[in-house]
């Protein structure tokens, strides 16, 4: 089992910058894929960003450029760097994660996922 928790969430204006973490525990080692999707209430989950065990990364064509995603091995920390933030970034974003799969592509996170955290909030105002 894996247990994750996220931080970081809030309000902002857009523009802005927020950096969202979450803290993994537990057989983390399995967790060959780790990620960030986005959903709102009633709408579908939309993956943002997600990195291999092999540091390989891939982004959802919405974020490109204005979010980064990292991971800390040794703190078993995964980062979601949110600069440029607009409006239509606000959502519920989840921490997740893909016991002994690679994410091929970003989607992966939020389709393909055997855990995943509580969820954190973000806002961006206009």
Known sequence: QVHLVESGGGSVQAGGS???SCAASGYTAITDCMGWFRQAP????EGVAAINSDGSTSYAD???????ISKDNAKNTLY????SLKPE???MYY???LAHRRCVWVGFVSEE???????TQVTVSS
């Open 18 to 20: 927020l950096r969202l």
């Open 42 to 45: 009633g709408k579908g989950r």
């Open 62 to 68: 919405s974020v490109k450029g204005r979010f980064t």
């Open 80 to 83: 979601l760097q949110m600069n």
């Open 89 to 91: 970034d606000t959502d």
């Open 95 to 97: 921490c997740a994660a």
């Open 113 to 119: 996922y055997n855990f995943r955290g509580q969820g």
